[in-house]
T-cell receptor, first 114, second 110 residues
Framework: ETAVFQTPNYHVTQVGNEVSFNCKQTLGHDTMYWYKQDSKKLLKIMFSYNNKQLIVNETVPRRFSPQSSDKAHLNLRIKSVEPEDSAVYLC?????????????FGPGTRLTVL | GQQVQQSPTSLVLQEGENAELQCNFSTSLNSMQWFYQRPGGSLISVFYNPSGTKQSGRLTSTTVIKERRSSLHISSSQITDSGTYLCAMEPGNMGYKLTFGTGTSLLVDP
């Protein structure tokens, strides 16, 4: 099956803890993304990677760090979570290029920070 | 300001009625997509439509790049069409990301 896979589906944690989310795509794409969807359902880009290289870093707090081991994987680590980090984190992938390509999304990881 | 203006914010239809959702963009764009999302559900790509008109079943999308707008037409709505529809664009001056609208919440009543 070719798609974008995310783990875990959801995660509940305490303020100050560290969390990691995994994303893998089997579509053969070179570009991967992390988006955040807040409680008002607004989606915003966080990071974009093209072939393991960081392309876009959209004013994200330093406690967030993306990690890419190869072009099929893009993980997200949050070093010390804050209450405002509660959201759904969506991973996506696409072919590379500035010309615009269709993006395919994973099912998301719902983070709840108590 | 908001780069992607989506309207209406919410819409209630009787089953069988048609709907027209709009997106207007304040900047140039390389491409745009329409997505569908159920509450608590994943984001499903409905159309990738950088320009022109595309149709899939009861859904039709029209994008006019020069006028910086796109529309999604739903004909003969069904209860299962209920959910949130989001449009997103890739800005022309900065690729490798999508900028999303705030969504249209659609409810189709029987």
């Amino acid at each position: 099956e070719t798609a974008v896979f995310q783990t875990p589906n959801y995660h509940v944690t305490q303020v100050g803890n560290e969390v990691s989310f995994n994303c893998k795509q089997t579509l053969g794409h070179d570009t991967m993304y992390w988006y955040k969807q807040d409680s008002k359902k607004l989606l915003k880009i966080m990071f974009s990677y093209n072939n393991k290289q960081l392309i876009v870093n959209e004013t994200v707090p330093r406690r967030f760090s993306p990690q890419s081991s190869d072009k099929a994987h893009l993980n997200l680590r949050i070093k010390s979570v804050e209450p405002e980090d509660s959201a759904v984190y969506l991973c996506a992938s696409s072919l590379p290029g500035l010309g615009g390509y269709e993006q395919y999304f994973g099912p998301g990881t719902r983070l709840t920070v108590l | 300001g908001q780069q992607v203006q989506q309207s209406p914010t919410s819409l209630v239809l009787q089953e069988g009625e048609n709907a027209e959702l709009q997106c207007n963009f304040s900047t140039s764009l390389n491409s745009m997509q329409w997505f569908y999302q159920r509450p608590g559900g994943s984001l499903i790509s409905v159309f990738y439509n950088p320009s022109g008109t595309k149709q899939s079943g009861r859904l039709t999308s029209t994008t006019v790049i020069k006028e910086r707008r796109s529309s999604l037409h739903i004909s003969s709505s069904q209860i299962t069409d209920s959910g949130t529809y989001l449009c997103a664009m890739e800005p022309g001056n900065m690729g490798y990301k999508l900028t999303f609208g705030t969504g249209t919440s659609l409810l189709v009543d029987p």
